[in-house]
């Protein structure tokens, strides 16, 4: 397949407008470069997968809170930090 590599990302071409080649990257966004500054090459696309991030839930975040509260009271009651 016809791509180009321009600062490390892959474009696949799509086709060409006048003096200008459109491309498309991984993600889908268009691009159009200038024809007489890019070199086509043939290479392999293939997509990105994507995986969905973690996100905590109300809950593990209370329970974190109320970790680190605990955490705060027995450094407190034992005398290692003075109360301002």
Known sequence: MKAIIEKGITYKVTGEKGVFT??????????????????????EFEKVKVYKK??????????????RQQLNDAKYSQGIYKNQ
């Open 22 to 43: 459109i491309c498309e990257d991984v993600k889908g966004k268009i691009k159009m470069f200038q024809t007489s500054t890019i070199e086509v090459v043939e290479s």
């Open 54 to 67: 973690y996100t905590a839930s109300p809950y593990d975040l209370a329970d974190a809170k109320y970790q």
